[in-house]
Nanobody, 124 residues
Framework: QVEMVESGGGLVEAGDSLRLSCSASGDGFAKLAMGWLRQAPGKEREFVAGINWYGWLTRYSDSVKGRFTISRDNAKNMVYLQMNNLTLEDTAVYYC?????????????????WGQGTQVTVSS
């Protein structure tokens, strides 16, 4: 069972950058795809980014493609989300998510559990 704890959220201005971190515990982390989901107020949780078990394949939602980068360090059981050029629409709670397989990571349906989340607020 892999459990996740997110950190790194905060209040930033539009155009700023932020790096989220996810510390994963439990067996099997290195064998599973991981990802980031987010939920804005009044909206459903949505897929942001995913990465396969080894880290050489990634997927992004259209809204963040070119601005966000997901990465992982299996030796440290860590997943990261580098967010650049943040916009007001990026304001949400961000969740680190565990994949149910090693190589499915392109949508919310690929993930079966997530952490408590970290708040990211972008102001103008």
């Amino acid at each position: 069972q892999v459990e996740m704890v997110e950190s790194g959220g905060g209040l930033v201005e539009a155009g700023d950058s932020l790096r989220l971190s996810c510390s994963a515990s439990g067996d099997g982390f290195a064998k599973l795809a991981m990802g980031w989901l987010r939920q804005a107020p009044g909206k459903e949780r949505e897929f942001v980014a995913g990465i396969n078990w080894y880290g050489w394949l990634t997927r992004y939602s259209d809204s963040v493609k070119g601005r966000f980068t997901i990465s992982r360090d299996n030796a440290k059981n860590m997943v990261y989300l580098q967010m650049n050029n943040l916009t007001l629409e990026d304001t949400a709670v961000y969740y680190c998510a565990r994949g149910s397989t090693s190589n499915r990571f392109g949508s919310s349906a690929a993930f079966d559990s997530w952490g408590q989340g970290t708040q990211v607020t972008v102001s103008s």
